[in-house]
């Protein structure tokens, strides 16, 4: 059993360290999938500008601008009898 010593405590890897299926999960989750879009060139020139303005590159702008459009986008469904 792995283990270490911190400030004169035993500590236990199976209580600390994460599992290697958590690890790899976490590895997965910060994986960097690419996405390819097209664009018509005037709606290219607005997003580079804006992308300019804030000092992001486009990839960030565009992540940013389909992350803020995702969220604002949820839909709350009401029961009808309220």
């Known amino acids: 059993m792995a283990s270490s010593r911190k400030s004169g405590v035993m500590l236990h890897c199976p209580d600390l360290c994460p599992s290697s299926t958590e690890r790899t999960m976490a590895a997965a989750a910060n994986r960097k999938i690419s996405v390819s879009m097209r664009f018509r060139e005037n709606d290219l020139t607005i997003i580079d500008r804006g992308a300019q303005l804030l000092g992001l590159s486009r990839t960030e702008f565009m992540?940013?601008?389909?992350?803020?459009?995702a969220l604002s986008e949820t839909v709350i469904r009401l029961p009808a009898n309220l």
Do not use: C, G
């Open 63 to 69: 992540r940013r601008a389909a992350l803020h459009e």
